[in-house]
């Protein structure tokens, strides 16, 4: 069974702390992404990976990075959490990229008090 | 740039009736287009996909026909159920971009369906 998946499911952090959000496949995917969705605004690419440490930036990485060290890992940080970062957070994976099907993970609610 | 516009926030309609989203979009490439669909507190999930010109495209009763001569992929249904309420995402593929891979989406389209 195919499957995406992400810890935490809920998180509330106060400005300016770390926030850590982990996403995981078992379909051995090359390409993994990390999107936000806002009301309204659809979804939007932080930041993709093609494979293990090989990550390029989307429309808006400005005030999160990334890292993937395991091909079936990848992880979002929030460095000094800001307000504005309250979202939620979708990762998804596919398997090469360009027309593929992206799978997506279940989601992060992420609340920045 | 690459765009994808969903002219429609909401839809609302009553079951059994039709259903036709808007979807257009703008690319200098050969495009690749999708529609995801997610239900309320779920994740997107691919409804269907298309880079052929003018072939319908169909999955779970809904449909899609890319018509690259007016830049549509407008997805349908005819004859909506209680489960088809969900937003519904459009969504670009252009070979030609510089972030290989990444899907420019549409702001997304609510349809509400109602007994």
């Known amino acids: 069974d195919m499957k995406v998946t992400q810890m935490p499911r809920y998180l509330i952090k106060r400005m300016g702390e770390n926030v850590l959000l982990e996403c995981g496949q078992d379909m051995s995917h090359e390409t993994m992404y990390w999107y936000r969705q806002d009301p309204g605004l659809g979804l939007q690419l932080i930041y993709i990976s093609y494979d293990v440490d090989s990550n390029s930036e989307g429309d808006i990485p400005k005030g999160y990075r990334v890292s993937r060290k395991k091909r079936e890992h990848f992880s979002l940080i929030l460095d000094s959490a800001k307000t504005n970062q309250t979202s939620v957070y979708f990762c998804?994976?596919?398997?090469?990229?360009?027309?593929?099907?992206?799978?997506f993970g279940p989601g992060t609610r992420l609340l920045v008090l | 740039g690459d765009s994808v516009t969903q002219t429609e926030g909401l839809v609302t309609l009553t079951k059994g009736l039709p259903v036709m989203l808007n979807c257009t979009y703008q690319t200098t490439y050969s495009p690749f287009l999708f529609w995801y669909v997610q239900h309320l507190n779920e994740a997107p999930k691919l409804l269907l996909k298309s880079s052929t010109d003018n072939k319908r495209t169909e999955h779970q009763g809904f449909y899609a026909t890319l018509h690259k001569s007016s830049s549509s992929f407008h997805l349908q249904k005819s004859s909506v159920q209680l489960s088809d309420s969900a937003l519904y995402f459009c969504a670009l593929s252009d070979p030609g971009t510089q972030v290989v891979g990444q899907l420019t989406f549409g702001r997304g389209t609510r349809l509400q369906v109602y007994a």
């Open positions: 998804a994976s596919s398997l090469s990229g360009r027309q593929d099907t992206q799978y």
